[in-house]
């Protein structure tokens, strides 16, 4: 069964800070590791990662893909109180397309 | 684009009562995808449909069951409710093509309570 773990669980920053959040995986197939921020509504998507592009970046925020190691971080420098938010990693594998194993996700508080 | 959007937003309903969400996706996306989000588990997959068919299906007993129309609309139902039921059901919409690396679209999502 395909496995998303996430850590740590929850964080508490003063703005300015940067922060770092992992996401390991065990998935067969690896097809692709997607970030999602979520605040009081939806998941909206931040970035996607793939053999052929382990590295993204935009704005303050950035992510990498190890494959190797079978994990990814999601960084986040100068922090803002409206980066508080739960950051979900997901992963899709397991020979099934459009099936997106998630982790339970880091809950980041930014205090100003 | 409109975004994906989800009906009813809120739903409150009893133990052994079913219900049924409705999840129409981004113009020109042909699959959904359904997720139950709680406290406890997190995001989990249920299932997902292309092209009227479904394609791919989570660990969620039978009383979890979907479709979807000719347009793309998909519907969730979800019968004999139980307390544990209770969660924000979200949907997702993506064009659903083979080989494309493309990420999902997540509606607002219908929050269920079971009482």
């Known amino acids: 069964e395909d496995k998303v773990v996430q850590s740590p669980l929850s964080l508490v920053v003063h703005e300015g800070d940067t922060v770092t959040l992992n996401c390991s995986y065990e998935v067969t197939n690896f097809r692709s590791l997607l970030w999602y921020k979520q605040e009081k509504k939806a998941p909206t998507f931040l970035f996607m990662l793939t053999s052929s592009g382990i590295e993204k970046k935009s704005g303050r925020l950035s992510s990498i893909l190890d494959k190797k190691e079978l994990s990814s971080i999601l960084n986040i420098t100068a922090t803002q109180t409206g980066d508080s938010a739960i950051y979900l990693c997901?992963?899709?594998?397991?020979?099934?397309?459009?099936?997106?194993?998630f982790g339970k996700g880091t809950l980041l508080t930014v205090n100003p | 684009k409109a975004g994906v959007t989800q009906t009813p937003r809120y739903l409150i309903k009893t133990r052994g009562q079913q219900v049924t969400l409705s999840c129409s996706p981004i113009s020109g996306h042909r699959s959904v995808s359904w997720y139950q989000q709680t406290p406890g588990q997190g995001l989990q997959f249920l299932f997902e449909y292309f092209s009227e068919t479904q394609r791919n299906k989570g660990n969620f007993p039978g009383r979890f069951s979907g479709r979807q129309f000719s347009n793309s609309r998909s519907e969730m139902n979800v019968s004999t409710l139980e307390l544990g039921d209770s969660a924000l059901y979200l949907c997702a919409s993506s064009t659903g093509l083979a080989g494309a690396q493309e990420t999902q679209y997540f509606g607002p999502g219908t929050r269920l309570l079971v009482l």
């Open positions: 997901a992963v899709e594998g397991g020979g099934s397309n459009y099936k997106l194993t």
